[in-house]
């Protein structure tokens, strides 16, 4: 069999790779130099090997070198000492992650997969870049977007993966609270092939790369070599869950594959119907709001709050709440009205559902001192009568049919529009955070907006001038 281009490229890295077991303290200034150039925050090498689980992207002018749950792009991959990578993402700037790889690892083979309509400019700007492949993910429906921010790295020994919320360009690193889940994988033994079986986790992001990047898919073949190793890599230590959504309709067994359907049918593999019962509370947390219906009882108080309750039957929509930057919210944030171009919720689609005021609730992120970086993480939750988490789901899905999922044909078949890609975890499957709770990306209780309060609009001038002194004029 012809063996592909990444192939060989990885085998020839793999040949020549001396894995770093101690960083010596002029590796550490090195790297200090490198991060400071990088569009990264200054700052050294990790001192510790990461963990699996969620982590939070530091915040420039923030204090977090002894957190051990923020860190930066450019520490991550430095820490994984990548032979080869590929990046799937909705906007992807070149030069900013070539700038995230320390200079050792800056030559590997590297594959960025975007949007079928992104690809002819990303290529163009890549081609001064020998070891950067460009590939496209399909777009077929009207308002299709390849949202899903993932990356995957093998080092020599290990496949590493990053499910992210944050677009790979410089604006989205540093001002923002952006929020990735990370795990590791080690390769498996030859003598364990036969008798190998792979986790959940393992199987369902396996399962998206397959069916996102399909032999229709026109970067197949660039993935392809991934979803290989991936099923070489031991995934077993991993209960979290994949919830995805690729573009599509899905019926018959295939209806609870993808979007809200998948988050519900993994609900209720997970609690038992009375561990369900004891979630009094949903919360829902994002970035953008797309049109959900002109009552809540279209789509958000229907399907989809049926779906974050794990179970096939309605309840009361009291019982949801939804996070959202507020007008104030915005001006006052580090970036000023300027942050507002990563939250295109419009006029025109907020005049059409006036009922989502009263689901909305202030960004406020004291306790992770990110309140004023205002969020382009996405995350959903339920919390117990003790306002504890007892799951959280960090994924790259706005509030949207297109992100989510709509039923149709009398609710046999799920319509999804959109690629997205996210991580579930529960409380009962990480005893370590029995006592902290899950780390959210907001402070609890939420705080409602006033009557005064209205969500930020993108095409609305503002003229109350922000944190920096300039106004919105549009």
Request: aromatic share 10%.
């Amino acid at each position: 069999m012809k063996r592909s281009a990444v192939e060989e490229k990885v085998d020839e890295v793999r040949s020549s790779v001396k894995v770093q077991k101690v960083i010596t303290i002029e590796d550490k200034e090195e790297v200090k130099s490198e991060a400071s150039t990088s569009g990264a925050i200054d700052v050294p090498a990790l001192k510790r090997i990461l963990k699996d689980g969620i982590y939070f992207v530091k915040i420039k002018g923030v204090d977090e070198d002894d957190c051990d749950w923020a860190i930066t792009l450019f520490q991550l991959i430095d820490s994984i000492n990548p032979i080869a990578s590929i990046h799937f993402n909705y906007c992807i700037d070149p030069h900013f992650v070539l700038k995230q790889y320390p200079r050792r690892c800056r030559s590997s083979p590297i594959t960025l997969i975007v949007g079928r309509g992104h690809k002819a400019t990303l290529a163009e700007e890549c081609k001064k870049y020998e070891n950067v492949t460009v590939g496209a993910a399909a777009i077929p429906f009207q308002y299709c977007t390849h949202h899903s921010k993932l990356s995957l790295f093998e080092s020599e020994n290990a496949i590493h993966v990053m499910i992210s919320t944050a677009n790979l360009l410089d604006e989205d690193y540093g001002l923002k609270t952006q929020a990735f889940y990370y795990c590791r994988a080690p390769f498996i033994a030859s003598n364990e092939e036969h008798t190998f079986k792979q986790s959940k986790f393992g199987e369902e992001l396996i399962e998206y790369l397959e069916e996102a990047y399909s032999k229709d898919s026109p970067s197949h073949q660039l993935v392809n070599y991934w979803s290989t190793r991936m099923k070489q890599a031991d995934f077993r230590h991993i209960r979290d869950r994949i919830i995805a959504s690729v573009p599509g309709r899905y019926s018959g067994s295939n209806l609870s594959r993808f979007g809200h359907m998948k988050l519900r049918r993994t609900l209720a593999q997970k609690f038992s119907a009375a561990e369900l019962d004891k979630q009094k509370l949903r919360i829902g947390q994002f970035s953008s709001i797309g049109s959900l219906g002109a009552q809540p009882q279209a789509w958000l108080c229907d399907e989809f709050l049926t779906s974050l309750t794990g179970k096939n039957s309605m309840i009361c929509g009291t019982s949801l709440k939804l996070i959202y930057p507020s007008v104030e919210n915005v001006r006052c944030s580090l970036e000023g009205w300027e942050a507002g171009g990563s939250l295109p919720y419009s006029s025109a689609t907020n005049s059409k559902q006036p009922y989502l005021r009263f689901f909305l609730h202030q960004w406020k992120s004291d306790k992770l001192k990110r309140t004023r970086a205002m969020p382009h993480v996405k995350s959903y939750t339920a919390l117990d009568a003790d306002n504890k988490p007892q799951w959280l789901l960090v994924t790259s899905a706005n509030l949207s049919h297109s992100a989510w999922g709509k039923l149709e044909k009398d609710r046999t078949q799920l319509f999804c529009r959109a690629y997205e890609l996210g991580v579930l975890l529960s409380l009962k499957d990480h005893p370590e955070y029995a006592e902290s709770g899950l780390r959210l990306p907001f402070d609890i209780p939420l705080e409602k907006y006033s009557t005064d309060d209205k969500p930020f609009l993108v095409d609305v001038p503002y003229n109350e001038p922000d944190s920096i002194g300039r106004t919105r004029v549009r």
